[in-house]
């Protein structure tokens, strides 16, 4: 069984930067490779959303509402997908979570425990 942890999350003033990691666990490195990684977040009292997604081969996605902002990167070697947050505004705040999924296999999609992200002064 696929798992994902998460760190990095915490606290920080509007403007300020984090980054976010995720190592995917219990898979050897071809697995990781078969796996589109990604970024969601849930604030409180609203649904899940989509922040970035990147592909084995690095292709990358973004969420309108953090395009220019944040970058998602992968190290396929070190089984890790990374989120570089910066010009942190109060509505990035939210537990952000890592999510997996199988290329070829739908019913293969994983999620971390997620991290919390808070934007405040």
């Known amino acids: 069984q696929v798992q994902l942890v998460e760190s990095g999350g915490g606290l920080v003033q509007p403007g300020g930067s984090l980054r976010l990691s995720c190592v995917m666990s219990?898979?050897?490195?071809?697995?990781?490779?078969?796996?589109?990684m990604g970024w969601y977040r849930q604030a409180p009292g609203k649904q899940r959303e989509l922040v970035a997604t990147v592909t084995s081969g690095h292709t990358t996605y973004y969420a309108d509402y953090v395009k220019g902002r944040f970058t998602i990167s992968r190290n396929n070697s070190r089984k890790t997908v990374y989120l570089q947050m910066k010009a942190l505004e109060p509505d990035d705040t939210a537990v952000y979570y890592c999510?997996?999924?199988?290329?070829?296999?739908?019913?293969?999609?994983?999620w971390g425990q997620g991290t919390q992200v808070t934007v405040s002064s």
């Open positions: 219990r898979a050897i490195l071809s697995v990781f490779n078969m796996y589109t």
């Open positions: 999510n997996a999924k199988d290329d070829h296999d739908d019913s293969k999609n994983y």
